[in-house]
């Protein structure tokens, strides 16, 4: 059974950090891409960051890239988006997701929704004073 398990939100102030993790099991993460998704009240959700499992690349929305930094620990099989500088447009419940590398749209669109079949539950980030 697929699980991606997201843990390490809350509330931090405009310029905080805060690390989410996504605990994966259930499937072989080496065939996988692994990505985080933001949806914001009444926003669409988006895409902020994938990885490669297998290779390490990343991919970054511009409006994260140079704040948000996602890793792998192999061992532990999980995922983490380390999120610097952080303002309150960040703020929004944030998903971790699971693309089969083969046999999606992942390599084209690593930050679409569309390529990915497996998600988490959530975890809520707000950043305010």
């Known amino acids: 059974q697929v699980q991606l398990v997201e843990s390490g939100g809350g509330l931090v102030q405009p310029g905080g950090s805060l690390r989410l993790s996504c605990a994966a099991s259930?499937?072989?993460?080496?065939?996988?891409?692994i990505g985080w998704f933001r949806q914001a009240p009444g926003k669409e959700r988006e895409g902020v960051s994938s990885?490669?499992?297998?290779?390490?690349?990343?991919y970054y929305a511009d409006s994260v890239k140079g704040r948000f930094t996602i890793s792998r620990d192999n061992a532990k099989n999980t995922v983490y988006l380390q999120m610097n500088s952080l303002k309150p447009e960040d703020t929004a419940v944030y998903y971790c997701?699971?693309?089969?590398?083969?046999?999606?749209?992942?390599?084209?669109?690593?930050?679409?929704?569309?390529?990915?079949?497996?998600w988490g539950q959530g975890t809520q980030v707000t950043v305010s004073s």
């Open positions: 990885i490669n499992w297998a290779e390490g690349s990343t």
């Open positions: 259930g499937f072989t993460v080496d065939y996988y891409g």
């Open positions: 997701s699971a693309a089969p590398k083969y046999g999606s749209t992942w390599y084209v669109r690593p930050l679409s929704d569309e390529s990915y079949h497996y």
